[in-house]
């Protein structure tokens, strides 16, 4: 069966640590990967996407990784904030005819202790 | 200011009642979407556009039902036939169905 699975269990984490978030996926082939932030009560907001053919990303404090034999990404944020707290969720993107389907895993919960 | 609104914030529904959620945006986007949100449960994909007056069941359109007369709107109606209504509703647009935008969400509860 096709699977997408995060952290069940919440991260919590020192103040100034890396957090480290995987997303780990099973009998898909996606297009590209996305990860997203939802703070309660609000819809997610987009954090970062990537393509099947590219190994890592990086935008300010945030870095992805895409492992397409693994079927796995990580998502890490260095010098870990309290504001950094939130889910975080990843999203595959499969082609389906002329369009694309995202499929979003639960979430992983990450806090960040002062 | 661009971005997605949705509204109410909170929407309370009584048995055998249609109530319709409202999602507005003007981030000029040709695609929109209708997921339902419950504790425990990924995004689920109730209904999708990409273009206006052409809409496509996602997931769990089941007691659900959707317009796109205009590019900038995408309301929701839950009808009464949707029997486990109670969950956060959210609405997205996309260029392409790639990066998408959510709005704010509305909870939907059940008297």
């Known amino acids: 069966s096709q699977k997408i699975e995060q952290n069940s269990e919440a991260l919590n984490i020192q103040e100034g640590k890396t957090a480290t978030l995987t997303c780990n996926y099973t009998n898909y082939s996606p297009a590209y990967l996305q990860w997203y932030r939802q703070d309660p009560g609000r819809g997610p907001v987009f954090l970062l996407l990537?393509?099947?053919n590219e190994k890592e990303k990086r935008k300010e404090r945030l870095k992805v990784t895409f492992d397409t034999t693994l079927k796995q990404s990580l998502f890490h944020i260095t010098a870990s904030q309290p504001a950094d707290s939130a889910t975080y969720l990843c999203?595959?993107?499969?082609?389906?005819?002329?369009?694309?389907?995202?499929?979003w895993g639960l979430g992983t919960s990450l806090a960040v202790n002062p | 200011d661009g971005g997605i609104t949705q509204s109410p914030k909170y929407l309370f529904r009584k048995e055998g009642q249609n109530v319709t959620l409202s999602c507005e945006q003007n981030?000029?986007?040709?695609?929109m979407y209708w997921y339902r949100q419950d504790p425990g449960q990924g995004l689920r994909l109730i209904y999708y556009s990409q273009i206006v007056n052409d809409f496509q069941k996602g997931d769990i359109a089941e007691g659900y039902s959707v317009s796109r007369e205009k590019k900038e709107s995408f309301p929701l109606t839950v009808t009464s036939a949707q029997k486990n209504p109670t969950a956060f509703y959210l609405c997205?647009?996309?260029?392409?169905?790639?990066?998408?935008?959510f709005g704010p969400g509305t909870r939907l509860l059940v008297l």
């Open positions: 999203a595959l993107a499969l082609n389906a005819g002329n369009n694309r389907k995202l499929i």
């Open positions: 981030l000029n986007h040709d695609a």
């Open positions: 997205a647009s996309s260029i392409r169905a790639e990066t998408q935008y």
């Open positions: 990537i393509r099947e």
